[in-house]
């Protein structure tokens, strides 16, 4: 190589990353990939429904937020809210909703469909989930499918922010990458199922360019994930570990039916601030 050549580096590795290159990292990442997001996942999503993950179990089928007739009139806030479309069905049994991401090009997609479709939209809003411009005990309940969880290198800070802004007796919800999954290649193929990484490793992923984090995603073990959640001065109440059902055929990323065969792919949270 010439001396003044410069060898360009694109670099995937488990490293450290702050909170500050966490957050720079994703927001640009989801910037960047917010169109292709929706138009990769749209469909499986829909406009108006909450899915809550790849296994494709919608809140009509779980109830993790309760009686949806109950959520009229209640007070509830979407965070990693992507394209809002959780908060659209949320807003569509009459719940007072806002929606919020740390991503405008993920709020520009909510936008999109709210264009397209009819009855009533979330408020939406910006903002980092581990430092929200909400006052305290502002909802009845708090929630997120896949939003901000595994994307913040604070998540024990990230527990207690949305505890802060539940009412007293209000519900968190949030689902996330089974913890299981993390000791494992993330693809969707045979290679998927053999472990090759300890669970116990709570080192991010990275990638970089130029040793510039480009996108973090965080890792914490399920003893963790429900250590936060109480330290935060909330009660667990369930962690649901939906299984991959038989007339899902789609792959999303390393989630494919294959592997929900085997193991976990999604583990949803959800905990109350004592009355
Ligand atoms: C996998 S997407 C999930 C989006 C949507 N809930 C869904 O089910 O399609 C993750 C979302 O989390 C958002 N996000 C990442 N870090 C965040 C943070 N610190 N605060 C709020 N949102 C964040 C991203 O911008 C992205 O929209």
Known sequence: MDEWQVEYTEAVARRESSQAETVTANRGWWDREATDYLAEHGSFLGDCDLVWGPEGWTEEDLHVLGDPAALEGRTVLEFGAGGAQGGRWCASRGARI???????????TARTIDDRTDGPAPLLAQADAT?????????????SAYGATPFVADSAGLMVELARVLRPGGLLAFSTTHPVRWAFPDVPGPEGLTA???????????????DEASYVEHHRTMGHRIAELVEAGLVLRAVHEPEWPQDNTEVWGGWSPLRGQHLPGTAIFVATRPA
Do not use: H, Q
């Open 98 to 108: 806002v929606s919020t991401d740390l991503s405008a090009g993920m709020l520009g």
């Open 196 to 210: 090759n990484a300890s669970y116990f490793d709570e080192r991010p992923y990275v990638e970089a360019s130029w």
């Open 131 to 143: 430092r929200l411009p909400f006052a305290d005990a502002s909802f009845d309940i708090v929630f």
